[in-house]
């Protein structure tokens, strides 16, 4: 059993804190080789954090398999202090040692050979009979001779323990081996071959003693008997309260029945207790399969399963790998979920490659430049605002249905990446959701509208409202749909510097998608968006506890986009905060060696604010200035800065590196520009700037009074420390040089 067996989260911490309270804890988990990603996500959990009792963990797992074990990978994955110890096997002289205390002296060198450094098995060997000449034995011998010494019905019970794929439950046992009974169990245990351990029911478990007499064993079988006790293994384990059925379909696999095993695959999979348990149990029976129908449902219910995990780029090759000997129709489907998981995931290069090919498959060209897309999204637009539904939904068929989905997908997945693309398609499925007038398809187009028209900040708020009104007339039997209209709520207030509402909302979204199977992307982009809130609201706590939690869980998941704007976006604000603003300079330079060259999309926009607020608090003003003239060309000819939370947020941290380096035209004509968009916090930053060119305490404390306004009490403590106000908020000298730098004074 498995530590996510018997404990949750919720259960496993009031626990420990009681016992750490009244004492010094120390856990012993010995054989983490057979841990799982459960008892992986529990202990890093229980371990890591502001709340965590103080534990001290001792852990164990085979050198080799050190790389495989689910619970050190997760540990790996957390800031938890670790000390790693190898245990190394015993030397040659050591083990020759022990084999003479125990009485053989004339081949105590080739036991301790043979042995391999391990005192379980020196001990074996020297035992063994001291008639045997010196040095002839091996440890298969040893075991072989013996179990031959041993009744037949000792010899049956401990080839099913050996046999049985892990530790193997006493009833079962018994049941897989009908002559033996508690006696042989018994006799088995004072040989040195079988342990036992008590289980939850109550009822022993039994396994091998060591993997080396599991192993001698089972080569001593012959084919014939082995595949015959497969099967009365499998028949023992179907027959127990709570069949293990991933056990089962082994068995039934090694014992020559591989249509029942693909079926108890099957079964086991759509019971597993989890999505990436599902995964690798449909592959089992994909695997399995003897019907290639067969064999293709498994791997597209293999896909389905990882998406459900979050594994967007391991789904998408599993999508990709359904599409052999798949219809056209079906291959279609399948080709597109591939792109919509490449891109959510952030492959950026093979998922817009794959993007093409379905959008080339409906009859959508993929423009190839800015300037083309632009004057494409112009069409699409205009062609929208003469589009008017129909009195009734339309019967669509199958083709109609997927041409809307595929729209639809790839242009909320690209929403947050390669934004004017996306806009494009969006333009296109909206108008195609409006023709058909299905309920569901339409409310999901109307709530990425929402999205979309938010970007426009303070014009757009009232079309994005309309649009979420209308979205939630329709999102009344679709979960998916209500957590997109509620993300739309998030994010038009994001968008518009309303950051209470944008937290709130953010938050409600992420309660909505958290449940959904699939709906990884979206729930991505809620605690994306909320986070940011955080940073605006300097909730720096919630920030610091979120981020850990949340980085892990995308790097375990291979989600490279969330990766990203984890480490490179917003959230990176903490390491400044923390006075380490080094540490951003190292995650923005690992983040940009996986992003695609020769474009500039969102993730290079969160790589350069991230970049570029990181050397303001490192006070170096002349690699910030760098920054800027590096990127801004490309960000201005990415048509990026069309959203107006990216404008005013990007021309103020460029008007901050004007600052910095001693450009004061450049600074004011930064907080000037940011004045034209007449948003409240885009008038706090100007102000934040001109305070800053005349560094005077009245010009701080208006900008200061400004930013509290807006709910940034950040900027608000760094206004005021500048103009030697008290502040409740004490900033350190990285987080001041980032939010508030002052006009450098250069000699004339």
Same mark, same amino acid.
């Given at each position: ?93 050591? *083990? ?19 042995? *391999? ?83 939850? &029911? ?287 709520? *998030? ?12 937290? &709130? ?63 490179? *976006? ?48 490192? &006070? &170096? ?128």
């Amino acid at each position: 059993y498995t530590l996510s067996d018997t404990l949750s989260l919720h259960d496993a911490l009031p626990i420990f804190a009681r016992l750490a309270a009244a004492h010094r804890v120390v856990i012993w988990l010995d054989d983490l080789q057979w841990s799982d990603d459960g008892s992986g996500a529990l202990l890093a959990e229980l371990l890591r954090g502001a709340d965590a009792p103080p534990i001290l963990c001792l852990a164990s797992c085979r050198s080799e398999d050190a790389g495989t074990s689910p619970v050190l990978a997760a540990l790996a994955r957390t800031d938890v202090a670790m000390r790693e110890l190898t245990l190394p096997a015993l030397d040659e002289r050591a *083990g020759a040692a022990m084999a003479r205390a125990l009485g053989r002296d004339r081949d105590a060198a080739a036991i301790a050979r043979e042995a *391999g450094g391990s005192p379980f098995l020196v001990r074996e060997l020297a035992l063994a009979s001291s008639a045997t000449r010196p040095g002839a034995l091996s440890v298969d011998q040893v075991v072989r001779a013996r179990v031959a010494s041993l009744p037949p019905p000792c010899q049956a019970l401990l080839a099913a323990v050996a046999l049985a794929r892990g530790p193997l439950a006493r009833t079962l046992a018994l049941r897989a081996a009908p002559d033996a009974d508690a006696a042989a169990i018994t006799a088995l245990r004072h040989a040195g071959l079988v342990r036992t351990a008590t289980a939850r &029911d109550d009822d022993d478990v039994l396994d091998t003693y060591h993997d080396r007499v599991r192993e001698a064993v089972i080569d001593g079988l012959a084919a014939p008997a082995r595949r015959a006790l497969h099967a009365r293994l499998a028949d023992a384990l179907l027959a127990a309260a709570a069949p293990e059925l991933e056990r089962v379909a082994w068995h039934q696999r090694d014992a020559g029945d591989r249509p029942a095993a693909h079926a108890t695959a099957r079964a086991a999979a759509a019971a597993a207790a989890t999505p990436e348990r599902a995964a690798a149990l449909y592959a089992l029976a994909a695997e399995l399969a003897v019907d290639d129908r067969d064999r293709r449902a498994a791997r597209v219910a293999r896909a389905e399963a990882l998406v459900t995990a979050g594994h967007g780029h391991t789904a998408a090759a599993a999508f990709a790998d359904a599409t052999d000997g798949a219809t056209d129709d079906d291959a279609l489907v399948l080709r597109r979920r591939a792109a919509e998981m490449l891109l959510r995931g952030g492959y950026l290069d093979a998922g817009r490659a794959a993007a093409a090919a379905v959008l080339a498959a409906h009859g959508v060209r993929w423009p190839g430049t800015p300037r083309a897309v632009v004057a494409s999204l112009l069409v699409q637009r205009a062609r929208l605002a003469v589009t008017s539904g129909p009195r009734t939904p339309r019967a669509l068929d199958a083709r109609g249905r997927e041409r809307i989905d595929a729209l639809w997908g790839l242009a909320g997945a690209l929403s947050m990446t390669d934004h004017l693309r996306g806009a494009e398609l969006q333009a296109r499925n909206l108008r195609a959701a409006i023709h058909a007038g299905e309920p569901v398809r339409l409310s999901r187009s109307l709530a990425l509208e929402a999205i979309y028209s938010a970007t426009a900040g303070g014009r757009g708020r009232a079309r994005s409202r309309r649009l979420i009104a209308q979205a939630r007339a329709l999102a009344t039997n679709d979960p998916l749909a209500a957590g997109v209209v509620e993300l739309a709520v *998030g994010v038009c207030a994001q968008q518009a510097g309303e950051w209470l509402a944008a937290r &709130d909302g953010c938050a409600t979204a992420i309660a909505a998608l958290e449940p959904l199977p699939g709906a990884f992307f979206e729930l991505a982009n809620a605690q994306l968006f909320w986070l940011e809130s955080l940073v605006y609201l300097g909730e720096l706590d919630a920030l610091a506890e979120a981020v850990p939690r949340l980085l892990d869980d995308a790097v375990r998941r291979g989600d490279a986009y969330s990766i990203a704007f984890l480490r490179g *976006g917003p959230p990176s604000f903490r390491w400044i905060h923390a006075g380490e603003p080094a540490r951003v300079l190292a995650d923005t330079r690992a983040v940009a060696a996986t992003l695609p060259r020769g474009v500039f999309h969102v993730p290079h926009l969160l790589l350069m604010l991230a970049e570029l607020q990181a050397h303001l608090a490192c &006070d &170096d003003s002349a690699a910030a200035w760098a920054v800027v003239e590096r990127d801004w060309p490309a960000l201005d000819r990415s048509l990026l800065l069309r959203a107006q939370n990216v404008l005013i947020e990007m021309t103020s941290l460029r008007g901050r590196a004007a600052l910095a380096s001693g450009r004061p035209a450049l600074a004011r004509a930064a907080a000037a520009r940011i004045r034209k968009e007449r948003m409240p916090w885009g008038d706090a930053l100007a102000a934040l700037l001109d305070a800053g060119l005349v560094d005077e305490p009245a010009a701080w404390r208006t900008a200061a009074a400004a930013c509290t306004a807006c709910t940034m009490p950040l900027h608000a403590a760094a206004a005021l420390t500048r103009a030697g106000d008290a502040t409740p908020r004490a900033l350190g000298a990285p987080a001041l040089a980032t939010l508030a730098p002052r006009l450098r004074r250069t000699r004339s």
